[in-house]
């Protein structure tokens, strides 16, 4: 298999699962099949025999009846494809995207884009964030995003 993201390429359900188990186990110390399940609207059978496969490449520690701990190789991979879908939501988000969008699409531009571009858009969210930009234009994007959706309805009848 070839990398990607600095690790053996993992199908996209793959990386949720690591990422949903990091996110859960970051509050309780691990993860149960029902969190994971209820995070990622999936059935708890579909959980285990993930769970199952992630222990088989050694990524998580699954012990039935007690949850899934991340094994070193899988809390490396779950932390880059969080870090990357936090970045992409900040950015989304910057530029007025409904959270709950951001949010989605985040999660589906996580797994496609090029590192290089993932750091290229922290940069950009870091500087705007920063006290370098112009303290309102954010504000004046937002009010341009407004006026061109008022401009792109059509007139009611």
Same mark, same amino acid.
């Given at each position: 298999?070839? #990398?990607? *993201?600095?690790?053996?390429?993992? +199908? ?14 970051? *509050?309780?110390?691990? @993860? ?8 990622? +609207? ?12 992630? @222990? ?6 699954? !012990? ?6 991340? *094994?070193?190789?899988?809390? !490396? ?20 995207? %409904? ?7 985040? /999660? ?8 290089? #571009? ?11 964030? +920063?006290?370098?930009?112009? %303290? ?8 341009? /995003? ?10 009611? +009848?």
């Amino acid at each position: 298999m070839g #990398t990607k *993201n600095g690790h053996k390429k993992l +199908s996209r359900k793959a990386e949720d699962y690591l990422e949903a188990i990091l996110n859960i186990a970051h *509050n309780k110390g691990y @993860a149960r099949s029902k969190d994971v399940a209820e995070t990622l +609207s999936v059935s708890p059978s579909s959980v285990v025999e993930m769970f199952r496969k992630l @222990a088989a490449m050694d990524l998580v520690t699954y !012990r039935k009846y007690e949850g899934v701990t991340l *094994n070193p190789e899988g809390k !490396r991979i779950a932390e880059i494809v969080k870090y990357r879908h936090v970045t992409l939501k900040a950015f989304l988000t910057l530029i007025h995207v %409904p959270e709950d969008i951001a949010d989605h699409d985040a /999660c589906i531009m996580e797994h496609e884009l090029n590192d290089e #571009t993932i750091e290229q858009i922290k940069l950009i969210v870091d500087f705007l964030d +920063s006290h370098f930009y112009q %303290p309102d234009a954010l504000e004046m994007f937002g009010r341009y /995003c407004k006026a061109r959706e008022l401009e792109d309805k059509p007139a009611r +009848s």
